[in-house]
């Protein structure tokens, strides 16, 4: 027995020996919506450097950005953008700045149960508005009929349903809100979890989804990837261009390309509501946030070589997981930007 | 061992040291001191936590009812409201059932199938909440808005408390899965506690000329009080601090209303569901300070417990001297 332990003691001494010096172990925490692509990427990123060793947590992106802040992690990751407060909460803390670096993109897309009504309906902008504001209640308003000329919609209580807990996935659909009206704006605002007027919250995506489906004449949002992998069918949203747009990873790209002109150089823009006309309005970066300063250098080249990578290569993984590439434009400018962490 | 006694107390330090009686002493002492300093470790660190949130609202808190994470408002009254009526609903439900069912198992059913059953009640005791949840989502859910809310609309729907929409999630629902989930506490406990009243006492009232039931009913269950109530504690604390199944099915929408099919919220599910992405600070520890309130709350619903314990008993003892 006392053999067996001591053998035992010697092998695992001998493997956390072996671990330490193997990898070089990187630690980073934040956002769910893009955790399948990220582990997907760590894992590729790891085989073709064996020394490298990321490890990411999906703890949300609120937890992300005060982990990052914390110092407790290497990096974090966020659905929606760091605002100035916490920017400057960031600078206090550690003296120098931290950068975002767009990934990949996501969507979010309006689905519903109505009994009888199986097309895909078109959304304008002032009926999704007016529906989670609960001002629109009934199926058969006017703004919500003259945009589905020749579907005959019930004239029954719409049921709205959100998401109960905070995500980046409310966070793009509330700042879609905020950006067409300006009530939402003033009343709710934008947020990974907010006051919402009216509705029934799910917990999670898998929670709305149960919600809508039990509950007849409801409505929901959804990440795009989770309605594609789970074939829930969804509608079609009015774009900046007045063009109904089908969510799809080409309309997503589109609203990036759209936004990418006018891309400030901290990468921290909004692209719901995206001028052209392809684009679906809908639509939102998801970054990774590294700080600018290191004190390890090891570290500091480890994540600099990952992060180039993921924007040449890894995007490649991108699609196949049903998240949408970053347009080459933004590519360029962030290939320039990963020169400032130091 | 009549003279263990005296000659403990008389032997020197250091030989109880040696025999190892002190060392236990000390061991299991650190082991129960260890769960009041736990205790007053947690209080401390939500006081500390909530700093911002305690001086910005102070007993305000209490008062509103708006939970705001964008302008940063924040008040716990919907959250208190709806943990206290999900955990009175699940009780009212599950305290008759399950001491009905305790009373069954230890009195009038055979050893044998009373065996057999409880270890089926330890087996749903030992469940995972969100596994209950799931129950809650698919079968509960469903069966509340085709059959059971518009029955209850029917028959009682003039009452405030069965009005309005029936989406089958709400406080009712909430409630109903929190009781499927301490049902099996209760009758676990009760039963125990009724198996252990003396034989005696059944005999006495038998000889008295008593019923089976009247010697349950009168005799055996009013001996087992003091631990059926604690058993109902139990279920209490477990019902209010409850995070996942009621989150899955209550609706999650900060709110009071007076009817049961309306959607609300708990304490324990806003906390799970907001912390992660609490991004500003005040979000955040306001969250943390609705931990405190809960955990006041379930201070105060022990407390209370304790004295109707205490309260009870000693009544059952009156009455049983006279």
């Avoid at chain 2, 001191?33 to 947690?42: P, Q, Y």
């Avoid at chain 2, 509103?64 to 208190?80: E, K, N, Q, R, Y």
């Avoid at chain 2, 055979?110 to 799931?134: C, H, K, N, Q, W």
């Avoid at chain 2, 009168?218 to 631990?227: I, L, N, S, T």
């Amino acid at each position: 027995m006392k053999r067996i332990a001591g053998m035992l003691l010697v092998v695992l001494a001998v493997a956390g020996v072996l671990w330490a010096d193997s990898a070089l172990s990187i630690n980073g925490a934040g956002a769910t919506f893009p955790y399948p692509m990220y582990s997907k990427w760590f894992d590729e990123y790891h085989k073709k450097n064996a020394n490298i060793a990321i490890n990411y947590q999906s703890i949300g992106s609120g937890g992300g950005i005060k982990q990052v802040t914390e110092g407790t992690v290497d990096f974090g990751a966020t659905d929606g953008p760091m605002n100035d407060e916490q920017l400057k909460a960031y600078a206090d803390k550690h003296g120098s700045g931290i950068l975002h670096f767009p990934t990949v993109l996501g969507a979010v897309v309006p689905f519903y149960n109505i009994p009888g009504v199986s097309a895909d309906l078109n959304f304008t902008p002032e009926a999704l508005a007016g529906i989670f504001l609960g001002k629109i209640t009934k199926w058969n308003d006017p703004a919500i009929a003259d945009a589905n000329k020749g579907i005959k919609l019930p004239a029954e209580d719409i049921v709205v349903v959100h998401r109960a807990e905070g995500s980046g996935t409310t966070y793009c659909w509330t700042d879609y809100l905020s950006k067409v009206s300006d009530e939402w704006k003033t009343k709710v605002g934008k947020g990974g979890s907010v006051n919402w007027p009216v509705g029934l919250g799910g917990k999670g995506s898998e929670g709305v989804t149960g919600t809508v489906k039990n509950t007849p004449n409801s409505i929901g949002y959804v990440e795009l990837i989770y309605a594609e992998s789970n074939k829930i069918p969804y509608g079609n949203v009015k774009n900046a261009a007045g063009v109904f747009v089908k969510a799809s990873l080409a309309a997503v790209s589109a609203a990036a390309a759209g936004a990418a002109k006018d891309m400030p150089d901290d990468f921290r823009v909004s692209i719901t509501n995206a001028p052209g006309k392809a684009s679906y309005p809908i639509s939102t970066f998801t970054w990774l946030l590294i700080p600018e300063k290191f004190s390890d250098t090891a570290k500091r080249d480890a994540i600099k070589g990952f992060v180039k990578w993921a924007l040449a290569d890894g995007q490649g993984y991108a699609e196949s997981l049903s998240y949408a590439k970053l347009p080459k434009e933004v590519v360029a400018k962030e290939l320039k930007a990963v020169d400032k962490i130091q | 061992m009549p003279s263990a006694g005296p000659v403990a107390g008389s032997r020197s330090f250091l030989s109880r040291l040696r025999e190892g009686d002190e060392i236990a002493r000390m061991v299991t002492f650190l082991f129960a001191a260890s769960v009041v300093l736990v205790t007053l470790l947690l209080v401390f660190d939500l006081w500390q936590g909530s700093v911002l949130s305690r001086h910005k609202f102070g007993f305000n808190f209490f008062r509103t009812s708006v939970w705001d994470p964008i302008f940063d408002h924040f008040g716990a009254l919907p959250f208190i409201y709806g943990t206290l009526v999900t955990a009175a609903v699940s009780l009212i439900l599950a305290v008759p059932l399950g001491i009905g069912a305790a009373i069954f198992l230890a009195e009038l059913a055979p050893a044998r199938v009373s065996d057999t059953l409880e270890f089926f009640i330890d087996l749903l005791a030992a469940v995972p909440s969100v596994i209950y949840g799931l129950l809650g989502v698919f079968i509960v859910v469903p069966l509340m808005r085709q059959y059971i809310q518009p029955a209850l609309k029917h028959t009682l729907g003039f009452l405030p408390l069965f009005q309005g929409p029936a989406y089958g999630i709400g406080f009712l629902t909430a409630g109903i899965v929190l009781a499927i989930m301490v049902i099996p506490y209760i009758i676990s406990v009760s039963r125990e506690v009724l198996l252990s009243v003396p034989r005696d006492q059944r005999e006495a009232a038998l000889s008295l000329g008593s019923t089976r039931w009247e010697s349950t009913w009168k005799v055996v269950v009013p001996y087992a009080r003091g631990g059926i109530l604690g058993s109902i504690f139990l279920a209490l604390a477990r019902a209010l601090g409850e995070t996942m199944a009621v989150t899955m099915v209550i609706g999650n929408t900060p709110a009071i209303s007076a009817s049961l099919f309306a959607s609300g919220y708990s304490i324990a599910a806003v906390i799970a569901n907001e912390l992660t992405e609490a991004t500003s600070n005040l979000h955040y520890q306001s969250l943390i300070e609705l931990g405190l309130v809960l955990f006041l709350l379930t201070f105060i619903l022990n407390g209370l417990a304790r004295l109707l314990i205490v309260a009870t008993s000693q009544r059952g003892a009156g009455m049983g001297h006279a």
